[in-house]
């Protein structure tokens, strides 16, 4: 069986538990986790050993705030305010760990879902997301990735264009993959409005209402918006439920063919308040 999970964010009891629930067995099942894998929650450490000994049967996408922790293990990036990656940065296993986090994916297309931690903007088809997030990937495991976290960072540019190169082009795809939430039908991002599902901006949508959008039924499955809360509509999964401010934690079962075969969740403790 194959199940969707949204933000784990270090709350690594509450993984347990959600695999306790669905009795899960990496011989049988397949797990896709949709991004923040770290950070926030009180066992970043746990949580990504717990990862990576699942090998195979995890197949894990990168968040925001997995790729700060890059940054931060690269010295490019200094810690914030509520971080809880001390035991990550202190273990004697960091290098592994780091290097198994640059090797994650940015997007994923199994059993008809597009899966993304942010979202994808109304100039992106199916193909070119997948493409960007494969350069990015690339990029993350090149030999100089300290050189790239350190640019990686920033607002600008601001719209899609097809004819952006380099960097540019780069941090744009990560903005939209791991940071988005509101854009307008050019393709233009609002990276400052932080939280909030009510009335977007002027002139932005919340991503997947942006007219145009060229993904308009693909099924995609998405976390990082938890002020957003669970929705779930014929092509549309949103799975992060604040499990790291004492929300749920929220998995979606799916068959081989895509077709949802129930929602499983846990209760969390809270670990951090909203801010």
């Not at 990862?51 to 690269?74: M, R, Y």
């Not at 960072?153 to 264009?161: E, F, T, V």
Request: aromatic share 6%.
């Amino acid at each position: 069986m194959n199940y969707l999970i949204g933000d784990l964010q270090g709350c690594c009891d509450a993984f347990e538990r959600l695999l306790e629930r669905v009795d899960f067995s990496p011989s049988r099942d397949r797990l896709f986790l949709l991004g923040d894998l770290a950070n926030r929650g009180p066992a970043t450490l746990a949580t990504l050993r717990r990862l990576i000994g699942l090998g195979d049967s995890a197949t894990c996408l990168l968040g925001n705030h997995d790729l700060h922790l890059l940054a931060v293990a690269h010295g490019t990036r200094k810690p914030s305010k509520g971080d809880t990656l001390g035991d990550v940065l202190e273990a004697a296993d960091r290098p592994a760990i780091v290097d198994w986090l640059r090797h994650q994916r940015l997007a994923v297309h199994e059993h008809g879902w597009l899966m993304v931690h942010a979202g994808v903007v109304p100039q992106w088809d199916l193909a070119t997301t997948l493409a960007l997030a494969g350069e990015i990937e690339a990029r993350l495991q090149a030999p100089d990735l300290a050189e790239f976290l350190a640019v990686m960072y920033g607002n600008d540019p601001s719209r899609w264009d097809d004819g952006l190169r380099g960097n540019d082009r780069l941090r744009f795809a990560v903005n939209v993959l791991t940071r988005m939430r509101f854009c307008s039908a050019d393709g233009t991002l609002d990276l400052k409005t932080k939280d909030g599902q009510g009335d977007p901006p002027p002139g932005m949508h919340r991503w997947f209402e942006a007219p145009g959008r060229r993904t308009a039924g693909q099924p995609i499955a998405f976390g990082h918006w938890s002020t957003l809360g669970l929705m779930d509509r014929p092509d549309l999964l949103a799975l992060d439920t604040g499990c790291v401010w004492g929300g749920q934690l929220t998995a979606m079962r799916i068959g081989p063919t895509g077709h949802r075969e129930g929602l499983v969740q846990v209760d969390c403790d809270q670990a951090q308040s909203p801010h």
